[in-house]
């Protein structure tokens, strides 16, 4: 009986914490992506990722890198390829345990692990390669979308070919998927 009960008070626990749990919005040209933010797991990586977006770091910024099967990326990056000055770079958070799966949403960062700034990427399929392993570094899962994947994969299947971005066209959509606005709710407020 005590058993029983310790795993309906885990269970309602679990269920309270994430009734509560901050969400993102992402409007973009193709629809509103909604995202649960996990604070409880990546705590400075989700302050990190708030904190851009209630300064409106996102707004105007486009989805540049898309690669079918694999991620879609956004960021600091305008339509014409120009990026938006960012913070410091933050902490790599992949201890957490979270992984790359379908609809994560994780830190990208450069060849140092702790160079994370303002780009992050949709997980568009399991990437367990993009996990920390004894080995590497990983990437930081911040984040799941809740609704709105249906919107993530318009996004992977726009034709690619785009002249303006960081990257090479193969990986630049034709024409830019945008992120008007990203918003944060807070339902514990």
């Known amino acids: 009986m005590i ?4 795993l309906v008070f885990a269970g309602l626990f679990t269920f309270a914490t994430s009734a509560t749990a901050q969400e993102a919005k992402i409007e973009t040209s193709l629809g509103t992506i909604t995202l649960a933010l996990d604070a409880g797991h990546a705590p400075a990586t989700v302050a990190n990722f708030i904190r851009y977006a209630r300064e409106g770091h996102f707004n105007g910024t486009v989805f ?3 690669v079918p099967g694999f991620v879609i990326q956004a960021g600091s990056y305008d339509a014409t390829g120009n990026a ?3 913070h410091r770079p933050i902490a790599l958070e992949t201890a957490s345990g979270l992984k790359n799966e ?3 949403v994780s830190m990208a960062h ?4 702790a160079s994370a700034t303002a780009e992050f990427f949709i997980d568009l ?5 993009l996990d920390a392993k004894p080995d590497t570094t990983g990437y930081a899962v911040f984040a799941h979308v809740t609704g709105g994947m249906d ?3 318009k996004i992977a299947a726009v034709q690619l070919g785009g002249a303006n971005g960081p990257l090479p066209p193969k990986a630049t959509p034709a024409t830019a998927v945008t992120i008007t606005k990203v ?3 807070d339902p514990a407020k």
Do not use: K
Not at 3 to 6: A, G, P
Not at 125 to 129: L, M, Q
């Open 125 to 129: 399929a399991d990437n367990p390669d």
């Open 3 to 6: 058993r029983f009960c310790s």
């Open 183 to 185: 918003t944060i709710d």
């Open 102 to 104: 379908r609809g994560a």
């Open 64 to 66: 540049y890198r898309i």
């Open 84 to 86: 938006r000055p960012t």
């Open 110 to 113: 450069g060849d140092e692990p």
């Open 151 to 153: 919107v993530v994969d």
